[in-house]
């Protein structure tokens, strides 16, 4: 895939995909490579997404929530907070499926969340209206 590297700055970089699990990054990365035909960026740790999302724009990432470390949702507010993705939406991928983690993650600034194990039509629709609202000049903020 040679979709996976990690791109050098440019405008935007498509999707980056943060999950701590090697074989859902590569699961994520395949299914929206095949099916939108998108650039993907991948993340193993909060700290490598943290780094990447303060040095690129995105046209979307999705962020899981149980990771070591900082965590998913330390990663979803500190993006919402400071970072040049702050208008770049942000697609949980978590097994959590109750609605008080979903409300909560919506709250801090995620725009939509997608409950593992993960249903590729879901994903693609989820992710292509993610991308194609972003898109529109007053999504993105111009």
Do not use: W
Request: hydrophobic share 45%; aromatic share 2%; charged share 20%.
């Amino acid at each position: 895939m040679s979709g996976l590297e990690s791109p050098g700055k440019s405008a935007r970089h498509g999707v980056l995909i943060v999950d701590d699990e090697e074989s859902m990054r590569l699961f994520l990365a395949r299914i929206l490579t095949t099916v939108l035909k998108v650039e993907v960026t991948l993340a193993g740790t909060c700290e490598q997404a943290l780094r990447l999302a303060g040095n690129h724009v995105y046209d979307a990432i999705l962020l899981d929530l149980l990771m070591p470390g900082v965590g998913g949702y330390e990663v979803l507010t500190e993006i919402r907070r400071a970072s040049p993705n702050v208008a770049t939406p942000v697609v949980i991928v978590s097994v959590l499926a109750d609605q008080a983690t979903q409300d909560r993650c919506l709250k801090a600034g995620a725009s939509a969340y997608v409950v593992k194990p993960v249903e590729r039509n879901t994903l693609v629709a989820t992710v292509k209206a993610q991308i194609a609202g972003r898109s529109r000049p007053e999504a993105a903020g111009k």
